[in-house]
Every structure is written in C-alpha cells, then in structure tokens.
T-cell receptor, first 112, second 116 residues
C-alpha cells in the first residue's frame, strides 16, 4: 500500500511569494496533520484536519492556512514567504484523529 | 503548552550494545507517547508508541517505558545494529476530546550512531 505522498519534494521560492504544498494520505485515512521541521530540530505542529474540518492549529501566523478536500487530501498554503519559512514541511495521516500518525517524506522548501 | 525535553542529543554505541534515550514532558494531561526514527532525507517513521494506561511496551529489540509520576519516558534499543543509526524523536500528545487531539509535541531529537 502507498504511504503518505507529498508534492513537490523540493521547492525554491523568493521572499514575498506564496506556496502551495500538497499531501495525499494513506488510503482510508481521514485525518491529516501538517508539521514544520527546521534543520536540526523536531517537527512543530501547524494544523490538523479531520473529515474536512480544522481540529487543531499550532502557534503559526495567519500567513499559514490549510484545507482538506472530500477525498481527504490536503493543501498547506503559505503567503508572503519569509526567509525563516525555509524548512521541511511534513504531512502525517491517521485513520481517525486519535490514532497513530504516519508521516510522508516531506517537501523541502527553500526561500531565497 | 506542552514541552518535551529529550536527552542525549547525540549517542554513539558499538554494534551489539544497548542504547537508551530519555524524554520528559511537562503537561500531566499528556497520555500518548510515540517514538519516531528519521533517516536522512526521509520523514519520521513510527517505531513504537505507548499510552498512559501501561508502563512498558516491547516490540522485538525495542522497548518503551513510561513513568507517569515523574513525567518521563524512555526508548530502549537492545542488540543495536548499524542500520539503527538515525535521528530518534520522542513526542507527546493528549488523547482526549478537543483540538489538541492530534497535536504531537516533539523533543529535539537524538542522533544515534552505531559503529560496526
């Protein structure tokens, strides 16, 4: 079975631009969470969605937004990119919101 | 909010030795504690987890122990192999109603190196 798939794998943007990252959960998984991992640190929680509803939001500015589609895939959007947004963005899925999360390999975002 | 501290930051062992990584958490309401292994260029891989209603869980060479009173939990890897070399992360979350359901708070990570 396919795991969590994320696209693109790498992305280079410049300050002020916006970006959309995509995530397809494991088949049958209805919950998707997004995390930001800065080099050398543990992942930090950004959002969780379950059944297309936002179920949790981390301590990130309003420039970060997300949504979940009827097929349970998800998008993370970041506006007005800053140099500090350079990181690995991870998506995790689980069958329900209270079950173990399984991660994709992430999107490496570099801001110039 | 929850804070998770992880030690040591780096750990070097010889093949066949045991490795122990320790984490402490701050929120006594936390009741779910997964461990992830992250290899270079990959996302974190769930290797074992424990809920607060048990004190220990084992899966072949890997075990996790939990001390709720002291608010700390540990990962034990026995008979280490070079392929165990990776970054290991502990995490904590609250399994309950409300918006913190799926929010994992991670430790800072431990770089484990197993020398042949």
């Amino acid at each position: 079975d396919a795991g969590v798939t994320q696209s693109p794998t790498h992305l280079i943007k410049t300050r002020g631009q916006h970006v959309t990252l995509r995530c397809s959960p494991i088949s049958g998984h209805k919950s998707v969470s997004w995390y930001q991992q800065v080099l050398g640190q543990g992942p930090q929680f950004i959002f969780q969605y379950y059944e297309k509803e936002e179920r949790g939001r981390g301590n990130f500015p309003d420039r970060f937004s997300a949504r979940q589609f009827p097929n349970y895939s998800s998008e993370l959007n970041v506006n007005a990119l800053l140099l500090g947004d350079s990181a690995l963005y991870l998506c995790a899925s689980s069958p329900r919101e209270d079950q173990p999360q399984h991660f994709g390999d992430g999107t490496r975002l570099s801001i110039l | 909010g929850e804070n998770v501290e992880q030690h040591p930051s780096t750990l070097s062992v010889q093949e066949g030795d045991s490795a122990v990584i320790k984490c402490t958490y701050s929120d006594s309401a936390s009741n779910y504690f997964p461990w992830y292994k992250q290899e270079l260029g990959k996302g974190p891989q769930l290797i074992i987890d424990i809920r607060s209603n048990v004190g220990e869980k084992k899966d072949q060479r890997i075990a996790v122990t939990l001390n709720k009173t002291a608010k700390h939990f540990s990962l034990h890897i026995t008979e280490t192999q070079p392929e165990d070399s990776a970054v290991y992360f502990c995490a904590a979350s609250i399994k309950a109603g409300g918006t913190s359901y799926g929010k994992l708070t991670f430790g800072q990570g431990t770089i484990l190196t197993v020398h042949p």
